[in-house]
């Protein structure tokens, strides 16, 4: 399943790249993230308690960042995880790019395009619904990531 977001964020692109390049201070602002521990070399392990529908589900497992272009503001992550509990996993590429849209004020956009495989329970929902739960839980991170990075301007 393919999934495409944007977020508008107020702060210039390169704070807004070294944040996002920070994965421990980024992963507070997604929802239901538990954990994040670095394992080294641009590698991270963590836990991320979503609800869909009726079932609740934690997924424990490793993100590590396979591309980044500085100049370019663009960085490709993958992540593999797995809800033991349930039964479900998810394996996903994210490809991530900000651009500059404005400068006096400093606006940048942010976007992201997922490519995902969602199997297990969780899977048979159906796009429709995962979709929307995706959706919901981009849109919530993307007004974090922006509170974040502004309280870190205003310091």
């Not at 999934?3 to 421990?24: C, S």
């Not at 329970?121 to 993307?142: C, L, N, S, T």
């Not at 974090?144 to 502004?150: D, E, G, P, Q, Y």
Request: with cysteine; glycine share 10%; aromatic share 4%.
């Amino acid at each position: 399943m393919k999934l495409e977001h944007k977020a508008t964020i107020a702060a210039p692109i390169g704070q807004v790249w070294a944040f996002l390049m920070d994965v421990p201070a980024v992963a507070k602002c997604a929802p239901g993230v538990e954990s994040v521990e670095p394992l080294g070399d641009d590698k991270y392990r963590g836990t991320i308690k979503v609800s869909v529908g009726p079932i609740r589900l934690a997924f424990q497992g490793d993100v590590s960042i396979v591309e980044r272009d500085e100049v370019a503001h663009t960085a490709s992550m993958r992540a593999d995880a797995a809800d033991k509990r349930a039964g479900g996993a998810v394996k996903a590429v994210l490809t991530m790019s900000l651009s500059e849209v404005s400068t006096d004020p400093p606006v940048t956009e942010l976007r992201m395009e997922t490519d995902a495989q969602i199997m297990g329970r969780v899977g048979e929902f159906g796009q429709p619904i995962i979709r929307k739960k995706a959706d919901q839980m981009v849109g919530e991170f993307g007004q974090n990531l922006s509170k974040a990075i502004a309280a870190g301007i205003a310091k």
